[in-house]
Every structure is written in structure tokens, then in C-alpha cells.
């Protein structure tokens, strides 16, 4: 076993050049001291310094956050890749542009000879022993006890910054293919201009024929009727699929949250803790106890280097005693990435497990859509729109939005706001229900009511008067308020059927029940059934011409 003393007795050069330099003593003690205040060159420091800061912005520059995405994505993906790749540059600017190593060498060592051991030992790697220990005299014990990370911190900082990236690289490849563009969606539901009323209302009008559109492309594309896009390799129909883009978004999450504890375990690997088998915690402890690198051996300031030269065909081995300077910001580095690491697996967990639970259940996405939907009736009672068209929300989702859609309107709801998610909901529902006039009306609407209360006033003409049914019919009918009731022009409006000459006609059977033809606009006609066995209620006045609605509100405009 060597002891500390033997530094000075181990290091002593044989022959007659070392000797030469024992008489000049003095002249190896100046050059000694301008390496150590000198180092390198201020200018070629600062050079150096502005060479990294630009290569640090232009590798900054690829990482920017979209809008097709949460915060805690953009936590993994853009903020923690930045703080990791500024930290390599920090590591970086001492170990490159200083002096992350100095080593105590013997004293006939010219400062040439001192770069040398610096520079070697630092390549070569160092290793630590208690400073109450004996250096061991088996040279294999000590190559075990090697400290090899600390050249390699900021490559392994880049490397971990590039594998937090890698997730969100896969979900912006692959959501792109399939013809929702989302971040387009979300960059016009977010823009500036849409303060204004008129710019607004068109950019809700474009994002809903869009939406429409890929929505429907995705339908056709997948339908069994229609042709299938890729007969051989079918795995690449699943980008066309109507949960496509909800899928892909929830292995993303599952790639983030596996990223994050893999990079936690190779922190571990790559720091040889075998006393720790959880870096971070064990450190922490160590912290809490008051137990010192000098006990630990984490990121040690002393080590030890041995190497060996060749004076005259002999080869002499040296031990010297290095500071490793750069192990300081290194400890400091690795702990707050640790626990920065930690915080971000238990966020990253907890958001994953809310996007499974707000995508897969059914129930969920219906409370999600009839919410918005709500908010476009009476404000004081929402629970009506809840009660009468249930069951067209209920088609609306499954016919129309399915899940891709409702993931578009949950990411503008997220960047853009809640009402303006609720305006794109209603313009969509709009869309739908000129696509499906036969969910247009329900029960309880007012033209039901008013159908009905006309088809009383016939019965007790009727009953008092007789006559032809038919006649009756286009008297009632021909009325001039109901003429100015369904002759308003708008897109979601109801009018009444006319024919080729401009007469309003009516297609009556005696041997059927009385229908009420409407027509949407550029829409086929619908015919709904009216019962001639209604109650019937006298009506004072037979000829007044205000149309009654039993106290029902006027046909929405849908």
C-alpha cells in the first residue's frame, strides 16, 4: 500500500536531464507560476464563449412549442430540453474555456510536463479514495474505483434533451398524415384578430367547414362501402380512422411519461451510484444528514490520477492528486435535474391519466359537448335543452363529431376559451342538423304545438260549420300571418313547400292523416304526421288572424 507521503518519493525522475533541471530550480518555479494565472488566452476565451453562446440560440431554435398540445407537454418536450441544453453549455464553458482540472505535481515537474499530467488525467479518468485510506497497491482496485462521467456531462445533457423531444417529433409526424390539421385549427381559433364580430364570425365559419370536412374524409375513407386506400398493408388505414388522432395523442403521453422514468434510470447508470439505488433520493438524505462528499464519494473535488512515462526505456509510474473543479457545478446540475425529473413524472402521470379518462369514456364526451351546447340556449334554464334533444346530442356525437372531433373542440377550449369553443360547437351543430333535418324538430317544439293547435281549430269547424276537409285545409294554411312567419329567408329557417308556379301546396289524402310538408332550404322536404284524434279546445274567435302558439316560444333558429 502506497501512503500519501509517497507522492513526493514516487515521482522522482531518473537521469541526468532531471537532475538538469534540480540546478535551475528557480526558472522552473516562474514558468510554474504563469500556468496557473495564465490558463489560456483571454481573447481565445471569449472567442470561444461567443462560439457556444450562438451554437447555444441556433439549438435552441428548433425547439418551439405549438398549439396542439397541453402545458404539461410543452414541460417535457420544450421547457425541460432548454434548461438541459443550457446546462451543457454552462458545463461546457468550463471545461472548454477553463480549467476543469488541476493537479498537485511534484515539484521538478516544467509546466509543460504539468499541462501534460492535466491533460491526460483528465482524459484518462481519476478515481477516489477516503482520504483516511491507503491508496491500494492492486492497480485493478483502483481502475474499479474510476470516476468516468465527468468528461462526458454535457453530451449526456444533450442526449437526455434530445430523447425528451423525441415524443413530441412522433406526434407532430404522424398527426399531420391524418388530415385534421390541429395546430392550424388552433392557430385561427387563438388569433388576435377575432376580437372583432365580423373576422370572427368568418373564422368560426371557416374552422366549421374545415372541421366538417376532415371529419367527413375520415368517415368516408374508413367506411366499408368505400375504397379502402391501402388494400395490402391495411395498418396504414389507421390515420383515416375516427379515433385516429385521440389515439396517437394518448401514446404520446405514454411516450412521455415512459421517457421521463427512463431518463431518471440512466441519470443513475451514468453516474455509477451503486451505493444509491435511487440517485436523487439518496442525495437528498445525504443532504438532510449532513454527510459530506468526503464520506459519499458523490462528485468528489479530490481524486487521485496515475500515469505512466518513458525516461530513458524505463517506464515510470506517477500518482498525483487532482481537484476536479468542474464536479462542483456538476453536483449542483445533476440534483436539480433530478428532482426537476421527479416533478415532472408525477405532473406528466397525472395529466395522462386525465386524458384517458376524458377520451375513452363515452360519458365524458357527452357531458363535454352537451355543456357547450347548453350554453348557446336560455342561460337560466339549460336543463331544457338537456331534456328535449338528448337524443340528437347523443347522434351528433356518435354520426358526426365522434372522438377526433370532440379532442379538436376540448384543444380549442384549452388555448382559445370556453365560449369561443362554444361558438365553434354551435356552428357545428348547425351543420349537422341541415344535414339531418329529421332531428330538426322534436316533440316539444312550437311548430309541433302550432300543427297541432290548427289541426283543432279544423276539427271544430268542423263540427260546427261542416264541409270540405280539403277546403278547410288551404283556408287555414293560406293565412296571411303564417305566409309571413315562414317566408323569412335564412339558412336554418322553416317555409313552406312551394311548387313550380309559386302557390303554396299542400299534398292531403282523404284516406290519410293530415301532413304539414317543410322544406329547408336547399334540403329535401319532411313531412310530419298530425293526429286527427287531438283534444280539441274552443277558440273564441274563429277569424282572428293572430296565429295561436300555446304560450310556446317562436321557432328557434337553429
Excluded at 37 to 63: D, R
Excluded at 83 to 92: H, K, N, R
Aim: glycine share 4%; hydrophobic share 40%.
Amino acid at each position: 500500500m502506497y501512503s500519501r507521503g509517497h507522492f513526493e518519493t514516487s515521482s522522482v525522475f531518473k537521469g541526468s536531464q532531471l537532475n538538469h533541471h534540480y540546478h535551475h530550480h528557480h526558472h522552473h518555479h516562474r514558468g510554474r507560476q504563469r500556468s496557473s494565472t495564465t490558463g489560456y488566452h483571454p481573447a481565445a476565451v471569449l472567442e470561444i464563449g461567443a462560439m457556444l453562446l450562438q451554437n447555444m440560440f441556433s439549438a435552441l431554435s428548433f425547439l418551439h412549442y405549438r398549439k396542439d398540445d397541453d402545458f404539461v407537454d410543452r414541460l417535457s418536450y420544450f421547457y425541460t430540453p432548454s434548461i438541459l441544453i443550457m446546462m451543457a453549455i454552462l458545463v461546457s464553458f468550463k471545461q472548454f474555456g477553463g480549467r476543469p482540472l488541476e493537479c498537485w505535481v511534484p515539484a521538478q515537474f516544467t509546466s509543460s510536463w504539468e499541462a501534460y499530467t492535466e491533460m491526460y488525467c483528465w482524459a484518462q479518468n481519476t478515481y477516489w479514495i477516503p482520504i483516511e485510506q491507503d491508496i491500494p497497491m492492486d492497480i485493478a482496485e483502483r481502475e474499479y474505483r474510476q470516476i468516468s462521467y465527468y468528461q462526458w456531462v454535457p453530451f449526456f445533457l444533450l442526449i437526455q434533451a434530445f430523447l425528451y423531444y423525441i415524443p413530441c417529433l412522433i406526434w407532430r409526424l404522424m398527426s399531420d398524415k391524418s388530415g385534421i390539421r390541429l395546430n392550424d385549427i388552433v392557430q385561427m381559433a387563438t388569433d388576435k384578430e377575432n376580437i372583432e364580430s365580423d373576422y370572427r364570425t368568418h373564422t368560426i365559419e371557416s374552422l366549421a367547414r374545415h372541421i366538417e370536412s376532415a371529419l367527413r374524409y375520415q368517415h368516408a375513407a374508413t367506411s366499408r362501402s368505400q375504397y379502402t386506400l391501402h388494400r395490402v398493408l391495411k395498418c396504414l388505414n389507421m390515420r383515416y380512422y375516427e379515433s385516429y388522432v385521440t389515439g396517437l395523442y394518448l401514446a404520446t403521453k405514454v411516450l412521455y411519461v415512459s421517457n421521463i422514468l427512463a431518463n431518471l434510470i440512466l441519470v443513475n447508470k451514468f453516474l455509477e451510484t451503486d451505493e444509491y439505488s435511487i440517485y436523487g433520493l439518496g442525495v437528498l438524505r445525504d443532504l438532510l444528514f449532513g454527510r459530506s462528499w468526503m464520506e459519499s464519494g458523490n462528485f468528489p473535488r479530490v481524486t487521485l490520477c496515475d500515469f505512466e512515462v518513458r525516461v530513458l526505456g524505463n517506464n515510470q509510474r506517477h500518482s498525483v492528486q487532482c481537484v476536479l473543479v468542474i464536479n462542483i457545478f456538476n453536483e449542483k446540475i445533476f440534483i436539480l435535474i433530478w428532482l426537476w425529473f421527479s416533478m415532472l413524472f408525477v405532473a406528466a402521470t397525472l395529466d395522462a391519466v386525465y386524458w384517458f379518462s376524458i377520451s375513452l369514456f363515452h360519458r365524458d364526451r357527452f357531458r363535454f359537448v352537451l355543456r357547450h351546447l347548453e350554453l348557446t340556449t336560455d342561460p337560466d334554464r339549460p336543463e331544457l335543452f338537456r331534456k328535449d334533444k338528448r337524443k340528437q346530442v347523443e347522434h351528433f356525437l356518435k354520426a358526426y363529431l365522434k372522438v377526433d372531433g370532440v379532442l379538436v373542440l376540448r384543444m380549442i377550449a384549452l388555448h382559445a376559451g370556453v365560449m369561443f369553443c362554444t361558438e365553434i360547437t354551435d356552428a357545428l351543430w348547425k351543420r349537422y342538423l341541415s344535414q339531418h333535418p329529421e332531428n330538426l324538430i322534436d316533440e316539444d317544439s312550437s311548430l309541433i304545438n302550432f300543427a297541432r293547435n290548427q289541426s283543432i281549430r279544423l276539427k271544430r269547424q268542423k263540427d260546427n260549420n261542416g264541409g270540405d276537409k280539403q277546403r278547410r285545409y288551404q283556408q287555414l294554411f293560406g293565412h296571411q300571418r303564417l305566409s309571413k312567419i315562414f317566408s323569412h329567408r335564412t339558412p336554418g329557417s322553416f317555409r313552406l313547400n312551394r311548387g313550380q308556379e309559386g302557390k303554396r301546396s299542400f299534398e292531403i289524402n282523404r284516406h290519410q292523416k293530415p301532413q304539414i310538408q317543410i322544406r329547408l332550404p336547399k334540403q329535401t322536404s319532411m313531412r310530419i304526421p298530425m293526429s286527427s284524434g287531438s283534444p280539441i279546445i274552443k277558440d273564441d274567435d274563429e277569424d282572428d288572424e293572430n296565429l295561436q302558439f300555446n304560450q310556446s316560444p317562436k321557432p328557434h333558429v337553429l
